[in-house]
């Protein structure tokens, strides 16, 4: 699994970027690649799309808006593109916000989303984000689940720095429990030293 592509930005096209690592042209897709400079170097955050006939790479500025493209995408009948699409139209925040809301008619102006696929993803994905919204304040338990699923991360062998790195994404996800924040951290972890 590719975690992340560092280079040049060489080329782009309508739904996508391409980034030259070391000689090899990455064709990325990527939300908004007109915002994009050319000849600039830049870290892309990527998602792997295995199909029977093509390896597609999809690409995000942060960490953070990976890990909300891929809750995104679990969603029943939301595969990458559309995932994408919706994600080149709002930032991941007003999303996380608005399923925190329930605000179905929001979800319906969304690029690919009807009134089903607005339901589905409200049922799919309420509760798996911590709204960033000024009226979402943390509460002490969901920190201290972080921190628990931190310090079990070091406890199976893993250093502080690199369990401190995952700890926005694993904030997007606190209001799970201790178990599960462990399981997407481990997640996180192999696939960066994959990568």
């Not at 970027?17 to 064709?27: K, R």
Request: charged share 25%; proline share 3%; net charge neutral.
């Amino acid at each position: 699994m590719i975690a992340y592509i560092s280079g040049t930005v060489v080329n782009r096209t309508e739904d996508a970027i391409i980034i030259d690592n070391q000689g090899i042209g990455y064709y990325i897709y990527y939300g908004r690649p007109e915002t994009v400079a050319l000849d600039t170097q830049m870290i892309v955050h990527t998602y792997q799309h295995v199909r029977e006939d093509a390896i597609i790479l999809f690409g995000f500025e942060s960490r953070q808006d990976l890990a909300v493209f891929t809750q995104l995408i679990s969603v029943k009948g939301v595969g990458p593109k559309t995932g994408l699409a919706i994600l080149s139209k709002v930032s991941p925040q007003d999303l996380i916000l608005a399923v925190d809301q329930e605000d179905l008619k929001f979800l319906k102006t969304l690029p690919g989303v009807g009134p089903k696929m607005a339901s589905q993803i409200l049922l799919d994905l309420k509760g798996k984000f911590v709204s960033t919204g000024k009226d979402a304040p943390k509460t002490e338990k969901t920190s201290t689940n972080i921190e628990e699923a931190m310090d079990a991360l070091m406890t199976l062998g893993f250093k502080r720095a690199e369990v401190g790195s995952i700890k926005n994404e694993l904030t997007l996800y606190e209001q799970q429990d201790v178990n599960a924040l462990i399981k997407y951290g481990l997640q996180l972890m192999n696939a960066r030293r994959r990568g």
